[in-house]
């Protein structure tokens, strides 16, 4: 599927932490990209959500407005998400997240269960792995252009590839931004992580979405994820491989909307 990056009919602020896209005027529901990308890979989910989500995608620490963001560490990312959430103004909400996002968003629902409403928790991991360390070290010593062909193999399908779709377009235009520094401390953070011995402490509604064509989170991953969180749901959309919500926006969310709509 294709993506339309402009912002629309989403309102647009350039905040001090970085840069925010948002619709709706309901409960706020704050997305958290992956790896590499900003605040638009949600913008074409977000117009698809009823009105009565507040729906904020914001750019996460060391991309899209905050690029020259000095954090280089999980913890800085996780604060940083949360000083953008205290700038909006936010006391209680619900969280999105897909890949990177998805763990940071779980990582949030553990340390403040008291403000995060729900979580969806979209093709990501608990733990880290060697292979996200390996990611950090092939930048510094080839340059982040060096690793955006493999990236995108393991984001979408091969056809999605070979037509240059816009959501593909979209994500190599990003990475191609990224700075090798960033590109490497992102990887070596979630590379750190270690929260899986703790999945039996989410107290959060929450809802494990995984694509069936995911070559990066497979399903069986997700489905153990899903089964180590109290009274968690879990949803596979069929033939939809890791960027799920740039793949097929529609179906990303007609599959969270009416968690969302229910745990608030």
Known sequence: MGMD???????????AFGGVIEQGTGHPVVFLHS????????????????????AIAIDLPMHG?????????????VTGIMDAIESL????????????????ALDISLRYPDRVSSLVFAA??????PALMGRAIAAEREGVEA??????????????????????????????????????????ALAGIRLEHRLADVCVPTLVVAGEADASVPVPVLDRIAAAIPDAR??????????????????????????LLKNM
């Open 65 to 77: 407005r905050d690029a020259t963001s000095p954090v280089t560490d999980w913890n800085g990312l």
């Open 89 to 104: 103004g936010l006391k209680r909400f619900s969280l999105c997240g897909l890949s990177l996002g998805g763990s940071l």
């Open 124 to 129: 990501a991991i608990a733990d880290g792995l």
């Open 147 to 188: 690793q955006i062909s493999a990236t995108l193999e393991r984001w979408f399908v091969a056809d999605d590839i070979a037509k240059d779709l816009p959501s593909v377009a979209y994500a190599r235009a990003r990475l191609e931004q990224m700075s090798i520094r960033h590109w490497a401390a992102t990887w070596r």
């Open 35 to 54: 790896v590499g990308l900003d605040r638009y890979a949600w913008g074409p989910v977000l117009a698809e959500l009823p009105n009565d989500i507040r």
């Open 234 to 259: 879990s949803v596979v959309l069929e033939g939809v491989p890791h960027q799920i919500a740039l793949h097929d926006p529609v179906v990303f969310a007609r599959a969270v909307d009416g968690f």
């Open 5 to 15: 990056t402009s912002v629309g009919e989403l309102r647009n602020i350039d905040g």
